[in-house]
């Protein structure tokens, strides 16, 4: 089904029961706290990502979702590492982190994914006994498969969606999460939240997607909404920019006279969903 299908389809019908009442978040990681504490204060973490915790919310995000430190994770294009720094270490020795990049063969790709593949192979090949030893799969964007169907625990996915609705292809990449989780594995999804009833052109050029949008998206390819939480939402984020998301920090694009207004408002409201593929 095509986007367009997808959102006039969620903008008429009702989500299914699971989406209507999502349950609250389950009271997890209590007893894995401070192995989460331990990853997040790890002094491998620069100065700059720490200081984005507070939009960011990296324990009470990754507790939302259900991460246990035995778990399969597969990280879908974790770009500069901003997760990775948290995950991989979390995961080192009772789990499995999976780090899946963009696969290089492919020639004439945009030449910041090449950069980030080469930084992040770089980063975990320099510092084994923090990261262990990450699996580094690639795909074909066009065509993506994150692993042996059934093989992860959680597949986990931060600000990455609206890229693919902005290329016309979520349906297939939620569709190969379905296939590499275990039954009853776990979506973990975050992301720029648009007002109700954006349409799809303001969201491929702004950045924002609606929370119907990506629920829609989920459940299409058999997922159930469990839950949603708002540990990332920012109320000062009224998702209307000159310049789309990329105007607030962290990416800036805005003139430096208002450098002060984008400043107060932080960094982006996020919607946080927690999908299960039932067993």
């Known amino acids: 089904m095509s986007l367009a299908a997808l959102l006039a389809c969620s903008a008429t019908h009702a989500a299914p029961a699971p989406a209507d009442k999502p ?9 894995h706290a401070t192995a989460f504490d331990a990853a997040i204060n790890g002094s491998w973490r620069n100065a700059k990502d720490r200081a984005r915790d507070q939009y ?15 778990d399969a994770v597969v990280e879908i294009t974790p770009g500069g590492g901003w997760y990775a720094d948290i995950l991989a270490p979390y995961l080192r020795n009772r789990g499995h982190y999976a780090a899946a990049i963009w696969d290089d063969a492919i020639p004439n790709q945009p030449e910041y994914r090449y950069r980030l593949n080469k930084a992040l192979r770089e980063k975990f090949s320099a510092a084994p006994q923090i990261y262990g030893t990450p699996a580094l799969p690639v795909f074909d964007p066009a065509k993506p498969v994150f692993g042996t169907p059934g093989s992860a625990d959680m597949v986990l996915t931060f600000r ?13 990449y939620f569709r190969a999460f379905f296939d590499v989780l275990k039954p009853g594995g776990t979506l973990g999804v975050a992301d720029h939240r648009a007002k109700p009833g954006t349409s799809l052109e303001t969201m491929k050029k702004t950045g924002y997607l609606t929370e119907a949008l990506v629920i829609q998206l989920a459940t299409q390819a058999g997922f159930k909404l469990e839950a949603k939480s708002q540990i990332n939402a920012n109320p000062k984020d009224n998702a209307n920019h000159p310049n789309g998301v990329w105007t607030l920090p962290p990416t800036n694009q805005h003139d430096a006279a208002d450098d002060a207004k984008y400043q107060a408002i932080g960094e982006s409201d996020r919607m946080t969903l927690r999908f299960r593929k039932p067993r």
Do not use: E, I, S
């Open 160 to 172: 990455n969606a609206h890229n693919w609705v902005a290329d016309g292809n979520a349906d297939t």
């Open 23 to 31: 349950t609250a978040a389950r009271p997890h990681a209590k007893p």
């Open 56 to 70: 960011r919310h990296p324990a009470q995000t990754l507790a939302f979702f259900g991460v246990k430190p035995d």
